[in-house]
């Protein structure tokens, strides 16, 4: 394996660096990202002391705004030409002013009237994440089309990603908490530990934009519209079946993923009764995904992408029936903790298949057509990682309002413990069952295959 690329060929292999360097790039987004994920709703309700419901439904319509700015930002990239590329130069522009304005969310005015707090959530909310990181996120994904040509590093670019975006999850869920009891357990020391993952972020973001360089350019062909509009491009693809089945999976996956990473804190804390193994279950899960990762290069190769999903899917089921079943006969730590192990391989199984398959959706969109839209197709994987994550802060926020949970108790009742097992187990077997369905008779790469022997005859 070669340490540096040293070519500008669009099919050249990538050295080492460069891969290390777009895993980075999705280590920067991921580590703000996933303490939103895992613990704004708890800083919120928890340290601020907002009502849960009020903030899920302020979440929920923010997230219904952030899913026309992502379709926008993949436009604006698709349109845009600078000395450093057409994606790889939003890293630059947006990593500084995401990393500041980041800290604005763990940084609610204490000695402010509730309605003003509210008001303060809603704006810091929009600007942090429907506009800053969905600048930053939708041109980092369509490196995937911009970097090379290369298939094979197409795969790895969705594993590295994947992988690096793990471990900033990981160290997330690991250090927060003693993070914030070290600066003092208040408010403040909520702000100064994000402020500290934002620096990180940050770092990642500057060494992924010095060390990747786009390759691809524009190269239109006979039956081809590099210049279509916006409208035209969302025409073309929502004609692809396959496209739009993969949208709706990939909101499910993250309104699944999210609820339960949202509700394991409150999990440990009000139905195992020790906030204490957050930590290990998280991180084991975690661990587990990052293994799945290397598996699953194997099973594409072997039984092809979407077939890992479904199968992973499935096993996914499986574990959650198992561990509702563990929580309410016995409530057997060990065994849950066993069923994580399992847990986090099938997670990372459904996961890591997502870029590539929508990335196979959106070029057989493009042969159908002719119309390219890179940018906005692949913009729909931020639309559906912000919806589902968006929809899964709002369910969680009501769930836990209907069941009554105040941070100030001291014990929980049935209707508390209720509301929070079936957030963290209930919500992702739902998303799951409707995944499998989703997936059924998905004959993407069959067609796909079909369509590239096509474009070979016609060149003929």
Not at 64 to 80: E, K, N, P, Q, S
Not at 221 to 240: C, H, K, M, Q, W
Request: hydrophobic share 50%; proline share 2%; net charge neutral.
């Amino acid at each position: 394996m070669k340490l540096f690329t040293n070519s500008d060929n669009p099919k050249t292999s990538l050295g080492f660096v460069e891969r290390c360097a777009i895993g980075f790039g999705n280590f920067g987004n991921s580590f703000i990202f996933a303490a939103i994920s895992a613990f704004l709703i708890f800083y919120y309700t928890d340290v601020v002391g907002l009502n849960p419901a009020i903030i899920g439904t302020l979440l929920l319509v923010s997230r219904l705004f952030d899913g026309v700015t992502d379709v926008a930002m993949g436009h604006i990239v698709d349109r845009t030409h600078s000395k450093y590329g057409k994606a790889r130069c939003y890293i630059l522009w947006m990593s500084i002013p995401f990393a500041i304005c980041s800290c604005f969310l763990f940084a609610v005015p204490t000695n402010i009237s509730v309605t003003l707090q509210y008001i303060y959530v809603f704006i810091s909310y929009n600007l942090v994440c429907s506009l800053l990181y969905t600048a930053l996120s939708v041109p980092f994904q369509t490196l995937s089309c911009l970097v090379t040509e290369n298939q094979y590093e197409r795969g790895l670019f969705g594993v590295f990603t994947m992988l690096f975006a793990t471990v900033g999850v990981m160290i997330v869920n690991s250090f927060t908490l003693g993070l914030v009891d070290y600066f003092g357990g208040t408010a403040r020391a909520w702000t100064i530990t994000i402020a500290i993952f934002a620096v990180i972020g940050l770092a990642a973001h500057m060494f992924c934009f010095f060390n990747v360089k786009e390759r691809v350019g524009d190269l239109p062909t006979e039956d081809s519209n590099p210049d279509a509009g916006l409208i035209d491009s969302v025409r073309a693809l929502f004609y692809n079946s396959y496209w739009i089945r993969m949208v709706f999976v990939t909101v499910l996956i993250f309104l699944s993923y999210m609820t339960y990473m949202a509700a394991l804190i409150y999990y440990c804390n009000v139905s195992l009764g020790n906030i204490g193994l957050y930590a290990i279950i998280a991180n084991i899960c975690n661990v587990c995904e990052i293994t799945s990762y290397v598996l699953a290069s194997a099973a594409f190769k072997k039984f092809g992408k979407v077939k890992t999903m479904t199968t992973s899917n499935i096993i996914f089921i499986i574990v959650i029936i198992c561990e509702f079943i563990a929580v309410s006969m016995i409530g057997n730590v060990p065994l849950i903790i066993g069923l994580t192990i399992l847990k986090g391989f099938s997670i990372g199984m459904t996961m890591v298949p997502m870029n590539g398959i929508m990335a196979d959706c959106v070029t057989l969109c493009e042969m159908k057509t002719g119309v390219n839209a890179k940018g906005v197709g692949i913009s729909a994987m931020s639309v559906g990682q912000k919806c589902g994550t968006g929809l899964s802060s709002a369910l969680f926020g009501f769930i836990l309002a209907w069941g009554g949970y105040s941070e100030a108790a001291t014990s929980f009742s049935d209707r508390v413990i209720f509301s929070v097992n079936f957030s963290y187990l209930l919500v992702p077997l739902i998303c799951a069952v409707i995944i499998a369905l989703l997936l059924f008779r998905y004959n993407l790469e069959k067609d796909y295959s079909n369509a590239i022997q096509e474009q070979e005859v016609k060149r003929k």
